[in-house]
C-alpha cells in the first residue's frame, strides 16, 4: 500500500533561518507531488507541484522553493524564513498522467506545523 | 478565480443529530468536488469524491450531494458522534488548470 511521509511534525525556526522540510511517498512510482500551505483558521493554498524528476511548479511566487531529486522525494525550502511563514505545511501525492484526473483522490501527509519566532 | 466557501466555520451538535455542512464555489466548470476530514494537527484524508456528472456518493453515515449548475454541495453526517469531531474540508478541480481550490472549512464539534 502506498504511504506518505512528512517531518518534521513540528517546528519552531527564527526570522532568516534556512528551511527544509522533506516529504517522501512509499509504494507507488512517478507520483504527482505538491506542497500546500493552511494557515490559521484558512483553507489550503498550493503552493508547489510536480509531476516528474526536476519539474516543478509554482502556484504563488514567495520566498519558498521547492526541489524533486528524486521520483518520490519533495523538498520545501527557503533560504531566509519571514514571520509570514508560519502555518502548517502539508505535503500531498496522487497518481495519474496528469495531474489530478478527474478520479484522481488527493492523499495528504501528515503535516508540518512551522512558527517563525 | 475559482473561489470556495464554507458555511458555518465552526457548529457544535449534540450526539446522535444528523446534521448538514454547506459547501460553495463560484465557477460551475469543475471536474469534481471532493470532501476530506482534518484532525487538529494532523493531514487530510478524502472522504468522498464527486465527479460533474454524478449528483451524489455515499460512504457510510456521510452523504455528500453536488448541484454543479447552482455551485453548491453538501456532506450529510448521520446519527453523528463523538468520533465525526474534526474539520471537514471540501475542495473542487478546476477544468482549467488541474488544480484544487479549498474552502476553509467547516470545524465540527460533536459532544457526547
Keep these: 500500500s502506498q504511504t506518505i511521509h512528512q517531518w518534521p511534525a513540528t517546528l519552531v525556526q527564527p526570522v532568516g533561518s534556512p528551511l527544509s522540510l522533506e516529504c517522501t511517498v512509499e509504494g507507488t512510482s512517478n507520483p504527482n507531488l505538491y506542497w500546500y500551505r493552511q494557515a490559521a483558521g484558512r483553507g489550503l493554498q498550493l503552493l508547489f507541484y510536480s509531476v516528474g524528476i526536476g519539474q516543478i511548479s509554482s502556484e504563488v511566487p514567495q520566498n519558498l522553493s521547492a526541489s524533486r531529486p528524486q521520483d518520490r522525494q519533495f523538498i520545501l525550502s527557503s533560504k531566509k524564513l519571514l514571520l509570514s511563514d508560519s502555518g502548517f505545511y502539508l505535503c500531498a501525492w496522487s497518481v495519474g498522467t496528469d495531474i489530478l484526473a478527474t478520479n484522481e483522490k488527493l492523499f495528504f501527509g501528515s503535516g508540518t506545523q512551522l512558527s517563525v519566532l | ?112
Aim: with cysteine.
Design chain 2, 1 to 112: 478565480k475559482q473561489e470556495v466557501t464554507q458555511i458555518p466555520a465552526a457548529l457544535s451538535v449534540p450526539e446522535g443529530e444528523n446534521l448538514v455542512l454547506n459547501c460553495s464555489f463560484t465557477d460551475s466548470a469543475i471536474y469534481n468536488l471532493q470532501w476530506f476530514r482534518q484532525d487538529p494537527g494532523k493531514g487530510l484524508t478524502s472522504l468522498l469524491l464527486i465527479q460533474s456528472s454524478q449528483r451524489e456518493q455515499t460512504s457510510g453515515r456521510l452523504n455528500a450531494s453536488l448541484d454543479k449548475s447552482s455551485g453548491r454541495s453538501t456532506l450529510y453526517i448521520a446519527a453523528s458522534q463523538p468520533g465525526d469531531s474534526a474539520t471537514y474540508l471540501c475542495a473542487v478541480l478546476n477544468n482549467a488548470g488541474n488544480m484544487l481550490t479549498f474552502g476553509g472549512g467547516t470545524r465540527l464539534m460533536v459532544k457526547p
